[in-house]
Each structure stands twice: as structure tokens, then as C-alpha cells.
């Protein structure tokens, strides 16, 4: 039996030969909706309702409400609670897919919002969440300095006992001119990793190898991008792509 992925191109091309259409648009077949998120700062929350400030370009800020019930996930360096959202903090929330509580449901979740308007319901939210990549420049007993890129600069992460097991587990080469991508939560004292973005590759980031001068080339180049978006870290503000590998795109 050919492979999947084969299988598809196929089932692509005679799609292109019946219909007329380009053999390949670029977009998996099965690809699903993105994910919709709203990233700001916390101005108000209690046990059913969060309420976000946004800024929209110069149109000035601008606030979003969210209804929340008690097993709605909070995420604060791990599994946080209500009590995590404080006034202050940036969140990211993602809203669930069916819509809005209106007039006639949720009346607590629309305490303080106006009648007659909708409440979005939130899924799962994200308090003062960062991701750091980059090269390692140097370590520490209980912290790494990292080069995220001429874009982003460079920054100190905090790697707490706790957190460091989960870390090597991923990242076993805490060494200069390995690469480093954690995920963070801010502090006091900058970003705090709490477990690892992704796995360490085996090679120094200055010592790849040269392809072979026979390799062949592939058409579409796959892979993945992070953002993250904040307000006050330099560490983790700039939005854009997080890593050193995709400067310049």
C-alpha cells in the first residue's frame, strides 16, 4: 500500500484533472479553523466573569468580557485558579466556538455588562505566559543568559529546581552554543521557565552540517512559528517569530 502522504497528492491530482483546479494550493487537506486568542491586560475578574483591556491600534483601548464557570482551565506556571487573574496581569484567553451568552442565560456572567449585549465564553486562559529561544551565551547554578536574535536581544531566564528536571529532560546540554526553548511565566526577577517549548537539537547552533550537493530540494518547506505577544518584558514583548533560526522571514 503507498503511503498517505502519496496517496494524497494522487487523490490532488486527478481532484486538479476533473475540476480544473490547481493540483496543489498549498493547504492540508484536513486542515481545520485556526484558533482565535485575545491577548491584553486584566482590569476586573470574579468567579464568573473576566474582563480584558485590549489596544486596537489608535482607536485606543477597548474592553472584552468573558464568562467564566469554575472548571474554566487557568494557566499561571502550571494549573492556577481565579485567583491568578489580577488586575494588571496579561492574559491570553481563547474563547470557545459556540458563541455568546445573551439575555436570558448566564445572568451572573453578565453582571457589569450591559443589557441586551453578548458575553464571550472563555475556554481556557493564559496569565503573564512567555515563551524565551534562543542560544545559550551562559549558565548558571539557577539561570541561563540566552541570545534570542538581533530582533529580541538577549535576556536572563530563571530555571527554578523544580522546573530544571523538566528542562534536561528536553534540553540535557545546558551549555554555550546549545540552543534553549522554554516556556515561561513572568516574575519579579524576569522570565521563569516552567518546562521545556520543545527539544534541544544534538549539535551546537554554530556547527550545522552542509547538506549533501546531491540532496534534492523540496518544493514546500514545512515547519512550525510561534508569537507571543506581551506589553512590559522586553524578554518576551516583541511580537513576531521566536527564533533565532527564522531571523529575517
Not at 485590549?54 to 482551565?73: I, K, L
Request: hydrophobic letters at 35%; charged letters at 25%.
Amino acid at each position: 500500500m503507498p503511503p498517505a502522504q502519496r496517496r494524497g497528492a494522487s487523490r490532488r491530482r486527478l481532484r486538479a484533472s476533473v475540476l480544473g483546479t490547481p493540483a496543489d494550493d498549498g493547504l492540508p487537506e484536513r486542515a481545520e479553523r485556526p484558533l482565535d486568542a485575545v491577548t491584553g491586560i486584566v482590569l476586573d475578574a470574579s468567579p464568573h466573569l473576566l474582563v480584558v483591556g485590549t489596544a486596537r491600534g489608535d482607536a485606543g483601548g477597548t474592553e472584552t468580557r468573558f464568562a467564566m464557570t469554575e472548571t474554566t482551565p487557568v494557566w499561571h506556571g502550571g494549573r492556577g485558579g481565579p485567583a491568578a487573574l489580577r488586575p494588571g496581569r496579561t492574559v491570553v484567553v481563547r474563547p470557545k466556538d459556540a458563541g455568546l451568552l445573551t439575555d436570558g442565560a448566564g445572568a451572573a456572567a453578565r453582571e457589569g455588562t450591559p443589557r441586551g449585549g453578548g458575553v464571550s465564553i472563555a475556554d481556557r486562559i493564559w496569565v503573564d505566559i512567555g515563551r524565551v529561544a534562543g542560544t545559550i551565551l551562559a549558565c548558571g547554578r539557577d539561570a541561563v543568559d540566552v541570545d534570542m536574535g538581533p530582533h529580541r536581544g538577549r535576556t536572563r531566564v530563571v530555571i527554578p529546581p523544580r522546573a530544571l528536571e523538566r528542562v534536561l529532560v528536553r534540553h540535557p546540554r545546558l551549555e554555550p552554543g546549545y540552543l534553549i526553548d522554554v516556556i515561561c511565566v513572568r516574575s519579579p526577577d524576569g522570565p521563569r521557565a516552567v518546562h521545556p517549548g520543545t527539544s534541544q537539537p544534538g549539535y551546537r547552533a554554530d556547527d550545522l552540517a552542509a547538506p549533501e550537493v546531491a540532496a534534492p530540494v523540496p518544493g514546500v518547506l514545512r515547519g512550525t512559528a510561534t508569537w507571543f505577544g506581551g506589553l512590559d518584558d522586553p524578554a518576551m514583548a516583541n511580537p513576531g517569530a521566536k527564533s533565532p533560526g527564522v531571523d529575517g522571514a
